[in-house]
């Protein structure tokens, strides 16, 4: 089981900038897929939308078509760190984002475009992420 903390999530104008972070605690960290999604009251019903994932090694690597470059996936496995570098915002980035972990263990797991939340079986508590225009 691993303990998902993200933090980096504020207010900011249009075309601003953010860097989310999520510390987890566990020995696992460095051995699983990690996922950033995102939630806003609109989507509610559709669940939390997939935003980017990334593999235990940092070697594979997925974005959502709506954040494709302008957002940027990252980990650092020394420090149980994983980050979202989001650049460009734009208001329909409002959202609270979280972290999570895929439920498969493997150091050589390859990510795809077919993630939903329903593949990651443990979540951060979120952080809000406000963008006006």
């Known amino acids: 089981q691993v303990n998902l903390v993200e933090s980096g999530g504020r207010s900011v104008p249009a075309g601003g900038s953010l860097r989310l972070s999520c510390i987890a605690s566990?020995?696992?960290?460095?051995?699983?897929?990690m996922g950033w999604f995102r939630q806003t009251p609109n989507n509610s019903r559709k669940g939390r939308e997939f935003?980017?994932?990334?593999?235990?090694?940092?070697?594979?690597?997925y974005y959502s078509d709506s954040v494709q470059g302008r957002f940027t996936i990252s980990r650092d496995n020394a420090k149980n760190t994983l980050y979202l570098e989001m650049n460009n915002l734009k208001p329909e980035d409002t959202a609270i984002y979280y972290c999570a972990t895929y439920w498969e263990l493997g150091d050589d797991l390859m990510v795809t475009g077919t993630f939903t939340s329903a593949d990651f079986d443990s979540w951060g508590q979120g952080t809000q992420v406000t963008v006006s225009s």
């Open positions: 566990g020995h696992t960290f460095s051995s699983t897929i």
């Open positions: 935003v980017a994932s990334i593999n235990a090694r940092g070697s594979s690597i």
